[in-house]
């Protein structure tokens, strides 16, 4: 497997080659979650007991089914990235069905791992981290993709939680950085919205970095093996 050190470098150069194509594919759903925003009432609105619009309503409705399109669309891009927008789009839509049950699925099961003791979580997690590039780039179903992620990661069970505690530490640091520069752009609505927009670019970045564990994995690296889990 890379070392961390190597996917970081990857995942960043990938990034900033395809740049506009991820911009692109986040669009939509930014432009939504920022209109959603506008709709909502504020903490002031709430505390006298105004509740939710129904154009708030309905815009997060389909702003959360755009953040799924937009997962699926930016692993296709990933792995193609001379898709163009709209084509990683039409390709992601016969996926969405089964991602849905796929997350539902995944959400039982961590649900029930987590309640019993954290550490069955913790080893569920790291076995499907993979499961959605499974179940879009290899085309398997639901219960094929839980089965397969768990498979590439037996054996390096130690290896992948570190890296992923890794990027997630990394990702806790950049994020509580961005969310500092609202404090230098204070232009109310605005500036909230840059610094969102900036936020969810670590989303792609996360995505990819964890295509590139996942390409390890699939491919058998022949490094030494973490104890097994």
Known sequence: ??????????????????????????????ILSFLAGLFGPTPAEQSIGIGYSPTYIILTLVSAIMNVFMGIA????IQNNGLKVVEAYQQAAP?????IGMSIVMSVLLFIGFLLLIVPGVILSVWFAFSTFVLVLERAGIVESLKKSREYVRGRWWAVFGRI???ALVMIVLSIVISGLSILVPFG????????????????????????????????????????V
């Open 74 to 77: 930016i692993i296709l891009a």
């Open 189 to 228: 609505t605005l500036g909230t919205s840059l610094v969102t927009a900036i936020t969810m670019l670590l989303a792609p970045f996360a995505v990819i970095y964890m295509y590139l564990i996942y390409q390890d994995l699939k491919g058998g690296s022949s490094a030494t093996a973490a104890p097994s």
């Open 95 to 99: 996926f969405f069905l089964r991602y």
């Open 165 to 167: 505690m890794l990027l």
């Open 1 to 30: 497997m890379r070392k961390p050190v190597q996917l970081f470098k990857e995942a960043f150069d990938i990034m900033s080659r395809n740049i506009f194509l991820f911009l692109g594919i986040m669009l939509v759903p930014v």
